[in-house]
């Protein structure tokens, strides 16, 4: 579910490689539409009724700004939103789509790696493009099929020599070693990564030696085999604001013990992905079992996502509601 829903306008649609285009969407009367931060998604609304986060692929200055864009690649097996939005989402239509949000975005630090395979550059590629407005030290390495499948070509161009770009099309000679970008101690920097699966755990294993606390990963899927380990036990919800317990059955996750007493906790991909549904959690209680793929390390310690993570079965779990 979407917090707030709002109606935007698509006013400019770019067929930006053979897969990917870009929709740039306004507001349908011409005003200004809400802020973000770098790494937020819009959740988008798509003719026959599907609903996916999308990644807003460029920086805004605070407040609120004139147009979202966003970058959809269309899935090869996709009937779904993707196809949707590609065959049946002309220049003029009107979307539904909810406020952006997201926990996905830049962190404290004196260096940024970001590293973007495929259509994960959309978020990646907001944040070089703020990191660059505030004169902050970044890298943008940028892994593709080839020249021809690089995505807003023209707005990394113009991010000059801080991007890095990788062809896996053997005919170029752009190719980046995963191990030595990542290799060295990353004293305060950081890394942040979002692509497909087997890019996500190629570079997760060439930064097996960074601080977990220092890598933030957006993925577009569970990793694989995560399905298992989401099943769940019975446990006890403790509202430290409210002053209120409530049950969570083995079947239910704690978002949908909320709802079912009437407190909506806004979510998204409801995957553990995505952050929205993030609270914080309180000591007084079980450590949460966590089951997110959004959270680091050092936020595990007082945050926990809704939608995914319990508290050990039998256990409470203390939440900031
Ligand atoms: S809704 Fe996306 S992490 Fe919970």
């Known amino acids: 579910m979407s917090a707030r829903t709002l109606t ?10 053979p897969d990917v285009r870009a929709f740039e969407l306004v507001h349908p009367w011409g005003g200004m539409l809400p802020g973000y931060a770098a790494g937020a998604h819009l ?28 970058g959809v690649k269309r899935e090869p097996a996709s009937r779904g939103a993707s196809a949707a939005l590609h065959e049946r989402v002309q220049e003029g239509d009107l979307l539904a789509v909810g406020t952006p949000r997201g926990s996905f975005g830049l962190q404290p630090g004196a260096r940024h790696l970001l590293l973007a395979g495929g259509i994960g550059l959309t978020p990646l590629l907001a944040m070089a493009e703020q990191l660059q407005q505030e004169g902050r030290d970044f890298t943008l390495a940028v892994f593709a099929r080839s020249r021809a499948h690089l995505a807003f070509a023209d707005a990394l161009a113009a ?10 099309d053997a005919a170029v000679p752009e190719k980046i070693d995963l191990g030595t970008l990542l290799a060295g101690a990353p004293g305060d920097g950081r890394l942040y990564l979002c692509g497909p699966a087997g890019f996500m755990q190629a570079v997760r294993r060439a930064a097996a030696h960074w601080p977990e606390d220092r890598v933030h990963a957006e993925y577009f899927a569970p990793p694989e085999g995560a399905g298992e380990a989401r099943a769940g036990e019975a446990f006890t919800l403790r509202l430290a604001r409210r002053g209120v317990t409530l049950p969570v059955a083995a079947e239910q996750s704690a978002v949908e013990a909320l709802a079912s007493v009437g407190i909506d906790i806004p979510t998204s991909c409801e995957q553990g992905l995505c952050g929205t549904c993030v609270v914080g959690w309180d000591a007084g209680g079980a450590a949460p079992e966590h089951r997110d793929f959004c959270l680091t390390g050092a936020e595990r310690r007082h945050k926990v996502a809704l939608c995914c993570s319990r508290a050990p079965a039998g256990g409470t779990l203390v939440v900031d509601l």
């Open 8 to 17: 935007v306008r698509v006013v400019r649609i770019e067929a930006m490689t």
């Open 43 to 70: 959740d988008v609304h798509t003719p026959g009724g599907f609903m996916r986060p999308y990644s807003l692929a460029r920086a805004a200055a605070p407040g609120p700004v004139a147009s979202y864009v966003i």
């Open 159 to 168: 991010l000059g020599p801080r991007v890095r770009l990788h062809f896996d």
